[in-house]
């Protein structure tokens, strides 16, 4: 996928031309551009690359070559300090909220936490409740601690941490796999409710996934982004083998269907 110079790089999160090669991963040539207020899903199977892609977009691993700017400011993965400015503008929803909710402590202090962290000013305990109430979660849920919250609500406390230091770019990583149906719809019904001045770009290996939330999608496959273009257009009319391979693997998308549609847990279609 190319990234033109049409105006918007310079108000956008930008990798152009990154690889990394390495042991374990391999990342051909990728070009990716995220504007202002966009919501972007990723797709791919297993071991296409898209994880690897996501740590250079977080500035977690540096690109063999390529490059990463915020704004038109190149981001360098180093020291903390190095990147506090890029951290309270692009936040990050990781796979499993287990791995980064410290049992030990509340919701409130989870929350909070990359706020003190990042230096945020304002009332950090209000851009708590603030972010909370978005995530549509009560605010006597502060005072809890995570093995008392369902997984739906952990997820979402997660969610609502990226969301307290107000990022303009949230990048979540398969944020759905694992939960039940249910509790998948309740995530997923919540990023559709992202405040529609934070950029979104979801990755996840299930088509139906990123097409419940997401305008436009980009298809990964061997370290390459094959295919890019409004989610509805891709799914309805596919350009390369591997879209239509992840289309046919969803029930909710046959491929007989010339025009698919994804329903909401609200009931509303997202694609038609």
């Avoid at 500035?59 to 506090?84: E, H, M, N, Q």
């Avoid at 990964?220 to 989610?231: D, F, L, N, Y």
Wanted: hydrophobic content about 40%; some cysteine.
């Amino acid at each position: 996928m190319g990234v033109t110079d049409n105006g918007l790089r310079g108000r956008a999160l930008t990798m152009v031309r990154a690889t990394r090669r390495g042991e374990m991963t391999t990342l051909a040539a990728a070009d990716v551009l995220v504007r202002p207020g966009e919501r972007i899903g990723l797709v791919g199977e297993s071991g296409s690359g898209k994880s690897t892609l996501l740590r250079l977009l977080l500035a977690l691993d540096a690109p063999t070559s390529g490059a990463l700017t915020l704004d038109g400011r190149p981001v360098l993965a180093g020291s903390a300090a190095s990147v506090r400015w890029f951290r309270r503008r692009v936040a990050f929803v990781p796979q499993d909220p287990a791995t980064t909710l410290d049992p030990r402590r509340t919701v409130e202090h989870s929350v909070m936490a990359p706020l003190r962290y990042l230096r945020l000013a304002g009332d950090h305990r209000q851009l708590m409740r603030e972010s909370l109430q978005i995530m549509g979660l009560r605010p006597d849920l502060a005072d809890r601690r995570p093995a008392e919250l369902s997984g739906g609500q952990r997820q979402r406390v997660v969610i609502a941490r990226a969301l307290a230091c107000r990022p303009d770019y949230l990048l979540a990583d398969e944020p759905v796999s694992g939960l039940d149906l249910t509790v998948r719809e309740q995530v997923l019904d919540a990023f559709a409710d992202l405040p529609k001045t934070t950029a979104l770009l979801m990755v996840s290996h299930d088509l139906s996934v990123v097409a419940h939330t997401c305008d436009r999608l980009l298809v990964m496959h061997r370290g390459r982004i094959v295919e890019s273009g409004p989610t509805a257009a891709v799914i309805a009319a596919p350009h390369h083998p591997h879209t239509r391979e992840l289309i046919d693997a969803v029930p909710l998308l046959p491929a007989a269907s010339p025009s698919p549609r994804i329903t909401t847990s609200k009931g509303t279609p997202c694609i038609q």
